[in-house]
């Protein structure tokens, strides 16, 4: 069975341009999360979504960030305008709701704004 | 915000040595779980832990959920080249959220 899916994998940008990013979470799970690692914060959870409605944004860092999820197979993290302190490796994980702890993750998308 | 402390840092070990690293929170945890990440993957599962005092092996792998709930350990025995990676302990405070420790470094000398 495929895992989650994300695109791109990588991602070089000049600041200020708009930068999305993309997750196809494993078929028939009713949660997906938005993770950013990077070395000095570690793994941050930025936002959920159950059954395709969004319920914790709390860890989106600014208005800069936006998240969409229109169907249960394809979610979106967008950034406008990009800035260099963006660059980070983001994340999709997404797991089933009876054992809605147990996230699993895609391999994320590297991110660079130059 | 809610912390985990994972130690240690990092390990450099001899292959065949067994291995135990932690995580301790302030906060009391519902589930404890452990994962792997290898250079340039996603973290990926390997343990899962529901209950307080509850010992679970996957293979090589032992962790058990501290009977305080604010703890958890994960112990591999024998280790071989392929465990090399990063590992992280993560605890569900509430809701769906996972709270992530900062990651124990393992390498192997063979």
């Known amino acids: 069975d495929a895992g989650v899916i994300q695109s791109p994998r990588h991602e070089v940008t000049e600041m200020g341009q708009e930068v999305t990013l993309r997750c196809k979470p494993i078929?028939?799970?009713?949660?997906l999360f938005w993770y950013r690692q990077t070395m000095m914060r570690g793994l941050e959870l930025l936002i959920y979504?159950?059954?395709?409605?969004?319920?914790?944004d709390s860890g989106m860092p600014e208005d800069r960030f936006s998240a969409k999820m229109p169907n249960a197979s394809f979610s979106t993290l967008k950034i406008q305008p990009s800035e260099p302190r963006d660059s980070a490796v983001y994340f999709c994980a997404s797991s089933l709701g009876q054992n809605k702890e147990t996230q699993y993750f895609g391999p994320g998308t590297r991110l660079l704004v130059l | 915000g809610q912390q985990l402390n994972q130690s240690p840092q990092s390990m450099f070990i001899q292959e065949g040595e067994d291995v135990s690293m932690n995580c301790t929170s302030s906060?009391?945890?519902?589930?404890w779980l452990w994962y792997k990440q290898d250079p340039g993957e996603g973290p990926v599962l390997l343990i899962a832990l529901y209950k307080a005092g509850e010992l679970t092996s996957n293979g090589r792998l032992t962790a058990q959920f501290g009977i305080t709930r604010k703890d958890s350990f994960l112990n591999i025995s024998a280790s071989i080249p392929s465990d090399v990676g990063i590992y992280f302990c993560?605890?569900?405070?509430?809701?769906?959220?996972?709270?992530f420790g900062a990651g124990t470094i393992l390498r192997v000398k063979s």
């Open positions: 979504f159950n059954n395709n409605v969004p319920i914790d």
């Open positions: 078929s028939g799970h009713d949660y």
């Open positions: 906060s009391i945890f519902n589930t």
């Open positions: 993560a605890g569900q405070l509430y809701g769906n959220k996972l709270v």
